[in-house]
């Protein structure tokens, strides 16, 4: 029971990271975009504060708009942005730091009037980061740099027209510092807040999808899950692999040696077979000593492989209990799901019958679904 608890909390952990990377991409994704038009936006300030200016920063605006711009499509429309969106983003920001503060030196009084805007700005860029890892150095570079930067050149280069007096930089410099690490602290706290929320919403989903015994999924958390694979299949036309996997003769593993046998029996077969699937599949336990291993993309050929595999190796190593090793083997059903196939239990009907097929011609062994073949399985015969 305790590897089950223990297997539990590692996938409670692993989705936890997915959800809040879900929740997260929109909206740096959407942040990229909303950049762009920034850049462009801030012609109607440069106008306002200094109309003779406008030249001068012209080229900072438009390489400001381009990039984020080309940043946007890489995210939203390449797999190379999905996979390197943390790298991306990390430029993407430094890279409007630095223009919007070579805009703000160029005109006369702007680093002045432009700090407040610039600082929410920079903060709000920084803080929808994808990663509280990636956000908090954001936070930092986005205002100790420009700080930093406005005090040197305050001290050697106090004739630049965006320039405030040096005991100004010092303290626009020192409110940089102050709300960032105020920012940093909000961070922190909001980020374990998420994770808190999350975590307790994953572990009831987890309580009521999941088996106690094996940890594995339930029937109903299969049929969600068969679902989601459903409508992915429907947008890819490519096949799901189904196998239906009975333990041979568990009723007399329990009769022989009683329930907490049969018990340790399950527990440790499921985690054999978590090894022998792929991250994607998914195992769900759905009768006493009946399981169903969904292939999500997967061909006949595959689905045989990976039901013959399972076969296999639950044949060729006993199983360790506290009255010994035991010798076990399964039957394996295994069927394709079309994209014009009805719902789950249509699918199960059919791959249920190949089971059958195979308990009928002597266990251990692995049965493809066979329409021709289906039709004739006799009434009231249950895999046994």
């Not at 708009?65 to 430029?91: D, E, N, P, Q």
């Not at 039957?331 to 789950?344: H, T």
């Amino acid at each position: 029971m305790k590897l089950a608890e223990n297997q539990m909390e590692t996938d409670i952990e692993t989705e936890l990271e997915i959800r809040l990377w879900e929740r997260r991409f929109p909206v740096v994704r959407n942040t990229l975009l909303a950049a762009s038009f920034l850049f462009l936006v801030f012609l109607g300030w440069d106008v306002r504060v200094d109309p003779s200016g406008v030249a001068n920063t012209l080229p900072e605006r438009l390489l400001g708009a381009g990039c984020f711009a080309l940043m946007y499509v890489l995210v939203a429309f390449t797999r190379i942005g999905g996979r390197h969106l943390k790298l991306i983003y990390v430029s993407g920001v430094l890279l409007s730091v630095a223009l919007i503060l070579v805009i703000l030196l160029q005109i006369e009084g702007a680093y002045l009037l432009g700090h407040g805007s610039f600082l929410a700005i920079a903060m709000a860029v920084a803080v929808i980061g994808p990663t509280l890892r990636v956000s908090i150095p954001l936070v930092i570079a986005v205002l100790l740099v420009p700080g930093t930067v406005v005090l040197w050149l305050a001290h050697g280069s106090a004739a630049l027209p965006g320039v405030p007096d040096h005991d100004t930089a010092v303290n626009l410099a020192y409110l940089d510092l102050g709300v960032g690490a105020l920012v940093v602290l909000l961070l922190v706290a909001n980020d374990g807040l998420q994770r808190r929320m999350l975590m307790d919403n994953l572990h009831y989903e987890q309580l009521a999808g999941t088996d106690p015994l094996t940890a594995v999924q339930n029937r109903r958390q299969l049929q969600a899950e068969f679902a989601r694979e459903r409508a992915r299949q429907r947008r890819h036309g490519r096949p799901i692999g189904v196998l239906e996997i009975d333990i041979d003769h568990f009723k007399w593993v329990n009769d022989a040696h009683g329930h907490g046998v049969g018990d340790e029996v399950l527990r440790s077969l499921t985690q054999r077979w978590r090894g022998l699937i792929r991250e994607v599949d998914i195992l769900a336990r759905i009768g006493g000593e009946e399981f169903v291993v969904l292939l999500p993309e997967s061909s006949a050929d595959g689905a045989r492989d990976s039901a013959e595999r399972l076969r296999a190796y639950t044949a060729a190593e006993p199983v360790s209990t506290s009255v010994g090793a035991l010798s076990v083997t399964v039957s394996i059903g295994v069927a394709l799901a079309a994209v014009d196939d009805g719902d789950l239990d249509t699918v199960l009907n059919r791959v249920d019958r190949a089971l059958y097929r195979a308990k009928e011609n002597g266990r251990n062994r692995c049965e493809f679904a066979d329409p021709a073949v289906d039709v004739g399985r006799k009434d009231g015969m249950e895999p046994g």
